[in-house]
């Protein structure tokens, strides 16, 4: 913690000597100090080594070989150490973040009291390692972790974490195989009796059963089973048919349609006997009209016609038979066209393919009827450009488009065409350098700049702004009634204040002392006695920059309570009356 001095009190003790015909005069001199140490300091003359706090007394030479008497009011904060006894897994960062550990020892870190002094740890650390194994394990359809957080259900290599016996992290790592169990549901029709797969088994009735085999993965696979024990086997089926019909054994064509009977092994090896429902429906024909573009590809796709004409083709109808096509063709042809372009980075073609080079480019769109535009694009590129450019300006920066005015520093962008006609993308640098023109009315006829750093000229605002001479300092005093501004050069910037009024020159000011203001600090709510009823009262607030933060106009008051919302900070208030008497104070907004 830095020492804090504070001069309380300087004496000047004069002594003159005489030395034959010359007189020398010795000044003695005596000084009061504040200081914060830790643990102990040394006194200035060197002489002292003090530890305790308290007021303690010194002297030195001061600069004319006379005697300094210096008063040291001395507060000594004590620095403290203490022992930790840490266990850690793999590494341990110090309390102070600057160090980290990964083996046991005794170390040591330093903190800081709340006093500013040192806080020393002697640390006794034991640093224990995490470890890592690995597993290869095969399952059925799932694995619970050894940790229980997971169940794995697919293949894969998997990591787990328990705790080892020193308490750090056990990493095991499976590269696990899951096969799964099998499922299979059977519908079964067997004649009189029917073996299950095992081979466990035989039954003679219908009903549903379960079997159970091994995969190849050393799973189970179980078997549903749906059986069915038939003998000769009834079925009735409808049939629909083009011209004519074939029975499923083969041994029948039937051409029209009515009811009829087929017998064919089922699947059981037992006989199917099927009666059929049969209709008949002849095949179709139709005729259309074809417009199509180069060429044309018949319905079935059996054909490709290049030509106008009339073809024929061939389909299944809705029920499945015939239908016989008459094709009325009309066929038209593509057209295609070059076009010359100048276009800068990239151009789209048509289609939507994006191209950037010099060259002849074709691409294809539908013409008006519908057939393909064959277009050949002849392409010239120009590119766009890209500059950087760093400046300075004073309060606004104007983008060399016009579009933009940057009013603070940072990095901005600008387009503007280049000679080639293309963008010419510009990324600028920009530092917005201000004058600061903050003004405060210090009192009736004074004004003070505000500025560090810089230049002033004061200016008359009611003459053309003309400089008043010899007004160049930081603080300015008027000897008429007028309007003033001051030009601030600052940052190398060159900006005028707003014009402040100065009107009582010459007017007798309110006593001080006639006003009352209560409180201040304030939160906002501010009372003004004005010691005796004022025709009309003015009252203005202005924040250290000089900008306007209040003001009001009150009538045959002679007590104002006004409510100001202004952020934290010190503000000068103005108050005045119609008769030009006017009062300035300090104000703290909390």
Not at 347 to 365: E, F, K
Request: charged residues 15%; hydrophobic residues 30%.
């Amino acid at each position: 913690m830095k020492s804090m001095r504070s001069l309380i009190l300087t004496l000047a003790l004069v002594t003159l000597f005489a030395f034959g015909s010359k007189a020398q005069i010795c000044v003695n001199t005596d000084s009061t100090f504040a200081l914060n140490a830790c643990d102990s300091i040394v006194s200035p003359s060197g002489r002292y080594v003090w530890n305790s706090s308290g007021t303690y007394f010194d002297t030195i030479p001061n600069s004319g070989f006379c005697d300094s008497l210096m008063t040291i009011i001395l507060n000594v904060n004590q620095s403290t150490s203490s022992v930790l006894n840490i266990q850690s897994c793999n590494s341990y960062t110090s309390p102070s973040g600057r160090y980290t550990w990964m083996s046991s020892g005794t170390v040591m870190d330093t903190l800081t009291t709340s006093g500013g002094c040192d806080s020393i740890l002697t640390i006794n650390l034991t640093i224990d390692t995490s470890t890592f194994s690995i597993r290869s394990a095969r399952e059925c359809d799932s694995l619970r972790s050894p940790s229980g957080k997971h169940l794995w259900t697919s293949t894969g290599t998997y990591t787990d974490t328990l705790v080892n016996s020193v308490g750090c992290d056990s990493i095991i790592t499976f590269s696990l195989v899951i096969n799964n169990s099998a499922v299979t549901n059977l519908n079964v029709s067997s004649c009189y009796s029917y073996t299950v797969p095992s081979g466990d088994t035989s039954y003679t009735l219908s009903g549903k059963y379960v079997d159970h085999l091994t995969t190849a993965a050393g799973c189970d696979s179980t078997l549903n089973i749906n059986l069915s024990i038939v003998g000769s086997s009834f079925s009735r089926i409808t049939a629909n048919a083009c011209d004519q019909y074939t029975s499923p054994s083969g041994n029948y064509t039937w051409t029209s349609g009515g009811n009829y009977q087929d017998t064919i092994p089922n699947a059981n090896g037992c006989d199917s006997v099927i009666s059929i429902s049969l209709n008949i429906t002849n095949s179709s024909s139709k005729s259309i009209n074809v417009q199509a573009c180069e060429s044309y590809i018949s319905p079935s796709g059996l054909y490709t016609w290049t030509s106008s004409g009339n073809y024929k083709d061939t389909l299944s109808n809705a029920k499945g038979c015939d239908s016989v096509l008459t094709i009325n063709l009309s066929i038209d042809t593509a057209t295609s066209a070059n076009i010359p372009l100048i276009v800068c980075d990239s151009y789209t073609l048509p289609s939507g393919r994006i191209v950037a080079s010099n060259g002849t480019y074709r691409d294809t769109i539908a013409n008006a009827a519908g057939c393909d535009s064959l277009m050949s694009f002849v392409l010239v590129f120009y590119q766009s450009s890209s500059s950087s450019i760093s400046d300075t300006a004073c309060g606004v920066f104007t983008s060399p488009s016009g579009r933009y005015s940057w009013t603070s520093s940072g990095s901005y962008q600008d387009t503007i065409q280049n000679s080639e006609g293309c963008d010419s993308i510009i990324s600028f640098d920009i530092t917005i350098e201000n004058a600061d023109t903050a003004v405060l009315q210090t009192g009736p006829n004074s004004l003070s700049a505000q500025a560090n750093g810089a230049s002033f000229q004061w200016l008359d605002c009611d003459n053309a702004f003309a400089p008043i001479s010899g007004a160049s300092g930081k603080n300015f005093f008027a000897t008429q009634n007028g309007n003033y501004t001051v030009e601030v050069t600052q940052n190398g910037c060159t900006t005028r204040s707003a014009c402040y009024p100065i009107g009582s020159v010459g007017v007798e000011h309110l006593e001080k002392n006639s006003i009352k203001f209560s409180p201040n600090p304030t939160d906002g709510n501010l009372h003004i006695d004005l010691s005796g009823k004022q025709e009309t009262t003015f009252i203005q607030i202005v924040d250290s920059k000089g900008a306007l933060a209040f003001r009001g106009e009150y009538k045959h008051q002679e007590e104002i309570d006004l409510q100001f919302d202004g952020s934290a900070g010190i503000y000068s208030v103005l108050v005045s009356t119609s008769k030009g008497e006017r009062l300035s104070f300090k104000l703290m907004k909390n």
